[in-house]
């Protein structure tokens, strides 16, 4: 699969956030802030391990990473390797890594896949909940425990259960340790995401010209069935959440 145009923005990526002229003003004012609250609150952790930035490599995600870096050029940005993907997600996440020279930190559950399905069958289809919580939440409240600062690309707008999304919250981990938790998308549109990747020509996964619009495993995403409703394709329905952000999926 060949991405000239990755490799475009990846010389490039070092563009200046002020050069915001050519988009509208809301937008050019909403980036310049997002700017600011990085370097802000990164300036305020300044231990090479303090901040981490989750990252599924979907849109909000790697705008954010594209922006953080120009702060934090070292940041740990971790991956959930459920290894559950979709083949066009490891291949475009092992470009952006090696072209931005990310320190990508994959997060791999206790089990293999196999040793998973060997064990308890088809968990995403039996029991999505206990897969997400096993595969998904385990591994990230492990590793974001050790930072203080955790960035997220979430917006209110995906979906009906984040519309109380902060842009700034402390975030107490089932093992009790809190973390602070930025979103600086949180009352961003998807039109303002995809039009400021434009703008830095930062090309997205290929699997949205596909009709996708939130995509996670593979077994658990389709095309969306509500078009207004981008995250009606997760899960067949069952749920709208992996239990990450909102609340922890149980794992027993």
Known sequence: ????????????????LDSLVDLEPLLAAKLTYVGSLLERELAATPGENDACLTCSFQAEDVL????ALNFRPNIPVLFLDTGYHFAETYAYRDLIAQGWKLNLVNLLPVRSVAEQEQEHGLLHQTAPDRCCGLRKVEPLFAAVAGYKVWLTGLRREQARSRAALEQISD???????????LSPFADWTTRE???SCAHYGIPLLPLYELGYSSIGCEPCTSVPTDPSDPRSGRWAGRKVECGIHIQAAPTR
Do not use: A, D
């Open 171 to 181: 975030f107490t981990l089932p093992s009790g340790v809190t973390v602070r938790k």
């Open 64 to 67: 954010l990473l594209y922006l």
């Open 1 to 16: 699969m060949s991405h000239p145009s990755i490799q475009s923005s990846y010389e490039t990526r070092t563009r200046s």
């Open 193 to 195: 995401v995809w039009e």
